[in-house]
């Protein structure tokens, strides 16, 4: 069974629980992470929070291949 950790806001791997529970299963872990500007109520990313997210999923993406997780 393969277990999905869905990141939104919290782009860290230290102290996260749903990854720390998903791993502990010892099962497939899928991580991922969804842009969603469309929903009704999301606001609109401004050029320095697209920046921002930019080098966070980069940072996240680097610290989950350390981990050994693609």
Same mark, same amino acid.
Do not use: Q
């Given at each position: 069974?393969?277990?999905?950790?869905?990141?939104?806001?919290?782009?860290?791997?230290?102290? $996260?629980? /749903?990854? $720390? $529970? /998903?791993?502990?299963?010892?099962?497939?872990?899928?991580?991922?992470?969804?842009?969603?500007?469309?929903?009704?109520?999301?606001?609109?990313?401004?050029? /320095?929070?697209?920046?921002?997210? $930019?080098?966070?999923?980069?940072?996240?993406? /680097?610290?989950?291949?350390?981990?050994?997780?693609?």
């Amino acid at each position: 069974m393969t277990t999905i950790v869905w990141f939104r806001d919290d782009l860290r791997v230290t102290d $996260h629980p /749903a990854l $720390h $529970h /998903a791993v502990e299963r010892g099962e497939p872990v899928v991580c991922l992470y969804v842009l969603d500007e469309e929903s009704e109520g999301v606001r609109p990313l401004g050029g /320095a929070a697209k920046w921002w997210l $930019h080098h966070s999923l980069t940072s996240l993406a /680097a610290d989950l291949s350390n981990l050994g997780a693609p």
